[in-house]
């Protein structure tokens, strides 16, 4: 099972600053298979970035996403208000078919 | 507009059973492969369980394999989750998502619903 550490736990930042995700996997994993979530309080997650670095439709080009192998970042460039949330990144293997990550919570200073 | 609606959810004992339904809209359904993802209270998301478009496919996560049954009626644009022997650690809000369709394999959840919560205690 390819289990995926996120880190830090909690990142503490002001709107405007740049925020750096990680999500680090026990195994290497296909860039293909590497996606990253947002998630509000009391809703369904949101669906960022697919292909490690695709963005999804919608989403504003201040979030990227990067990586391969065992090591995958997502980067918001300048955070707006409404990007304080919970972010998750998941992955495809073999099994379980869907693992993710225990999630970072990105919280106003 | 793509939505997905799930309902079923509730209160159940020990032991119990519950069919979530996620009722899918403004997109051919036929064509989508779609999962289970449950939130436990305050913690992260689990990937339940997975169908094919079709059908003809299905995986389950270690946690609910041999108690849990997913199906789809395609004709009822209809996602199922049949629980039974259901246990304290399956209460949760719990999600169908679609898997995004396109050239790429991506495996990635492109749709939520927006969850029904599951709550199993005596």
């Known amino acids: 099972e390819i289990v995926l550490t996120q880190s830090p736990g909690t990142l503490s930042l002001s709107p405007g600053e740049r925020a750096t995700l990680s999500c680090r996997a026990s195994?290497?994993?296909?860039?293909?298979?590497l996606a990253w979530y947002q998630q509000k309080p009391g809703q369904a997650p949101r669906l960022l970035i697919y292909?490690?670095?695709s963005r999804a439709t919608g989403i504003p080009d201040r979030f990227s996403g990067s990586g391969s192998g065992t090591d995958f970042t997502l980067t918001i460039s300048r955070l707006e208000p409404e990007d304080f949330a919970v972010y998750y990144c998941?992955?495809?293997?073999?099994?379980?078919?869907?693992?993710f990550g225990q999630g970072t919570k990105v919280e106003i200073k | 507009e793509v939505q997905l609606v799930e309902s079923g959810g509730g209160l159940v004992q020990p032991g119990g059973s519950l069919r979530l339904s996620c009722a899918a809209s403004?997109?051919?359904?036929?064509?989508?492969?779609m999962n289970w993802v449950r939130q436990a209270p305050g913690k992260g998301l689990e990937w339940v369980s997975y169908?094919?478009?079709?059908?003809?496919?299905?995986y389950y996560a270690d946690s609910v394999k041999g108690r849990f049954t997913i199906s789809r009626d395609n004709a009822k644009n209809s996602l199922y989750l049949q629980m039974n022997s259901l246990r304290a650690e399956d209460t949760a809000v719990y999600y169908c998502?679609?898997?995004?369709?396109?050239?790429?394999?991506?495996?990635?959840?492109?749709?939520w619903g927006q969850g029904t919560l599951v709550t199993v205690s005596s």
């Open positions: 998502a679609r898997v995004l369709l396109g050239p790429g394999l991506w495996n990635a959840f492109d749709y």
């Open positions: 403004g997109f051919t359904f036929s064509s989508y492969e």
């Open positions: 169908i094919s478009s079709s059908g003809s496919t299905i």
């Open positions: 195994q290497s994993v296909s860039s293909s298979y």
């Open positions: 292909g490690a670095s």
């Open positions: 998941q992955q495809y293997g073999s099994s379980p078919r869907w693992t």
